[in-house]
């Protein structure tokens, strides 16, 4: 099976401007695969679209960074680059004293004290919801 082509297809509806135009690109992706006769691949895009798409129910400047897990990617190579330095550890609670000692560091310096997400926007939203629940009650 050509998983390229499989993924390429599968990715094609997360490049939608909304859920709604991405659930109908699925849709079409799920068809094509369906024609292909990738029963398999079609079935898992099928049962698993709804949980990929649940970050657009975010603002969409925040969509980047739900989607991904950058942070904590970024986090696990530099605990990995520690513990390399080390080598061996003589017990397990050796390397858990090193990595919470660089967590505990993370979180005490500037790096630790990024915004990740805005959630001024997401209040705004938030609110602008309530708004219209009360105009339409």
């Given at each position: 099976m050509p998983w390229k082509l499989v993924a390429e297809l599968a990715l094609c509806s997360k490049a939608q401007e909304s859920k709604e135009a991405a659930m109908e690109k699925a849709e079409k992706?799920?068809?094509?695969?369906?024609?292909?006769?990738?029963?398999?691949?079609?079935?898992?895009?099928?049962d698993g679209i709804d949980e990929s798409l649940t970050y657009m129910a975010f603002p969409r400047n925040h969509w980047t960074r739900i989607r991904t897990n950058n942070a904590l990617e970024r986090m696990n190579r530099e605990i990995r680059r520690r513990t390399r330095v080390v080598g061996n550890f003589p017990d397990g609670r050796s390397a858990l004293m090193l990595v919470s000692a660089r967590l505990r560091h993370?979180?005490?310096?500037?790096?630790?004290?990024q915004r990740y997400l805005d959630m001024d926007k997401l209040q705004n939203q938030n609110q602008r919801k309530e708004a219209l629940e009360m105009v339409e009650a």
């Open positions: 992706v799920i068809t094509k695969l369906l024609d292909m006769r990738y029963r398999a691949a079609a079935q898992i895009l099928k993370v979180a005490a310096t500037q790096w630790g004290a």
